[in-house]
């Protein structure tokens, strides 16, 4: 059965204080793994999107890798801003819809 | 439209009642997704669309959920005879296919009382 873990489950942290999230995964076959952001009472907002272990993007504070078991989400520096749920999602070489993880809440303080 | 809407925001129903809830994708898009989400999870896959087709409806917790597509755009989740275990956030994602590109809407929050 395909399987998204995602950890910590809450993450508390001071303003600058870099650190990474973790979303570990096993399936039949990857097809995309991909983050996405979500506030109080929104949907989720994509982030990125990973195909192949080795790949790696970034946008601002953050940069988001993957290998063959797992994905990190890393945010440098973060701002109080940057606080929200972070979701990660995979899709499976024979689907189409996106399997959640439950998500890491992540609080940065001023 | 610019993004994928969804109404109502919020919708408290009494148990027993029937609810409709409308999503209406990004312009082109041929795919559409309805999730449920529950506090503190996160999205869980319910009935997938391809134009007007219903490709997927693997997701769907019981027969008192129904959800159409007819003209390939616009879709409706349809809620019979609520229970209080349907209180949830119900997200509407669209994509113009294959793997990438899923756009969600705020969601409506569903309340059973």
């Known amino acids: 059965e395909d399987q998204v873990t995602q950890s910590p489950e809450a993450l508390r942290l001071q303003e600058g204080e870099s650190s990474s999230l973790n979303c570990s995964y096993t399936?039949?076959?990857?097809?995309?793994l991909f983050w996405y952001r979500q506030d109080p009472g929104k949907g989720p907002e994509f982030l990125f999107t990973?195909?192949?272990a080795g790949e790696e993007k970034e946008k601002e504070r953050l940069k988001a890798t993957l290998t063959k078991k797992e994905s990190f989400l890393h945010i440098t520096a973060p701002k109080p801003e940057d606080s929200a749920t972070y979701l990660c999602?995979?899709?499976?070489?024979?689907?189409?819809?996106?399997?959640f993880g439950k998500g890491t809440s992540l609080l940065v303080t001023p | 439209g610019a993004g994928v809407s969804q109404s109502p925001r919020y919708k408290v129903a009494k148990r027993g009642q029937d609810v409709a809830l409308r999503c209406d994708p990004i312009?082109?898009?041929?795919?559409l997704f309805w999730y449920q989400q529950a506090l503190g999870q996160g999205p869980e896959f319910l009935t997938y669309?391809?134009?007007?087709?219903?490709?997927?409806k693997s997701g769907l917790p019981s027969d008192r959920f129904f959800a159409e597509r007819p003209e390939g755009s616009v879709s409706t989740l349809k809620i019979q005879r609520t229970q209080q275990e349907d209180s949830a956030v119900y997200l509407c994602?669209?994509?113009?296919?294959?793997?990438?590109?899923?756009?969600f809407g705020s969601g409506t929050r569903l309340t059973v009382v």
């Open positions: 994602a669209s994509s113009l296919g294959g793997a990438g590109g899923y756009t």
């Open positions: 399936v039949s076959g990857l097809r995309g």
């Open positions: 990973l195909y192949s």
């Open positions: 999602a995979v899709v499976v070489n024979s689907g189409y819809a996106l399997n």
């Open positions: 312009s082109g898009h041929v795919s």
């Open positions: 669309f391809q134009n007007e087709a219903q490709l997927d």
